[in-house]
């Protein structure tokens, strides 16, 4: 979306809040502090009571609460939902917004006592898109009933593809970091190894096997060992 269509879309006031989102987004914050700022703005704009992220768990088909500025613990408690019994996982099937007039008389919605308790009445539920692929939703509840206009639910799109961005992001870094990690423990191992076939006249399978039993019998990570084996042998465990 560019900047011109945001700013035909959304007023003033909305657009304000839209580019704080994408600050916030790329801000270099942790993920839960960025989603908890998301949901919080959001919150305020729509003036909404509850403003909540959930996200899916693809192997279990469940949704799980990951951020709410809310701090009601009957709301925070509620169980994981499956995706085929609850409108979140509609919208996520169908990968479209879905709006609730009054949750507490919606047959799918799960929690009406809760709503009931927490006073809130209308839902608008927007799924959170990478490409095709639907990874969340987030929600808001109105303590009134409301039917959700064509600009609040764009707008809560527009949230919506931000949070997925930031989700995103965030999944590709700890994948590099993984990656990086991984490559470094093997360069360490190896370089262990090595030192250790020529000290104590082992194979390069003795070898490997004598730091994976050490690793067991101290409970340390494998590159741990290396490094203390690169230290004990040659004074630094730095890699080339």
């Not at 900047?3 to 003033?12: E, Q």
């Not at 279990?60 to 994981?80: G, H, V, W």
């Not at 490997?208 to 630094?236: D, I, N, Y």
Request: net charge positive; with cysteine; charged share 30%.
């Amino acid at each position: 979306m560019g900047k011109g269509s945001l700013a035909k879309d959304f007023s003033p006031k909305e657009l304000e809040f839209f580019w704080k989102i994408s600050e916030t987004v790329v801000s270099g914050r942790y993920l839960k502090e960025i989603l908890h700022l998301i949901v919080t703005m959001t919150a305020e704009v729509m003036r909404s009571k509850i403003c909540s992220i959930l996200l899916l768990d693809e192997e279990r088909r469940e949704l799980s609460i990951e951020a709410t500025q809310s701090r009601s613990e009957d709301y925070l408690k509620k169980p994981n939902i499956k995706v085929g019994e609850s409108i979140s996982g509609r919208a996520i099937l169908g990968r479209q917004p879905i709006a609730v007039p009054d949750v507490t008389l919606e047959k799918q919605y799960r929690f009406p006592g809760i709503a009931r308790r927490e006073k809130v009445v209308s839902m608008l539920c927007v799924p959170m898109m990478i490409g095709k692929r639907a990874i969340g939703v987030i929600n808001v509840y109105t303590p009134e009933a409301r039917q959700f206009g064509e600009a609040e639910i764009k707008l809560l799109q527009a949230v919506a593809n931000q949070a997925a961005v930031a989700i995103e992001n965030t999944k590709l870094r700890e994948e590099a970091i993984a990656a990086r990690n991984a490559y470094e423990t093997g360069k360490l191992v190896n370089r262990a190894k090595a030192l250790l076939m020529r000290r104590m006249n082992l194979t390069e399978d003795a070898a490997h096997q004598h730091l994976l039993r050490t690793s067991r019998t101290t409970r340390k990570p494998l590159r741990e060992v290396a490094e203390a084996v690169l230290l004990t042998f040659s004074g630094g465990p730095k890699v080339p």
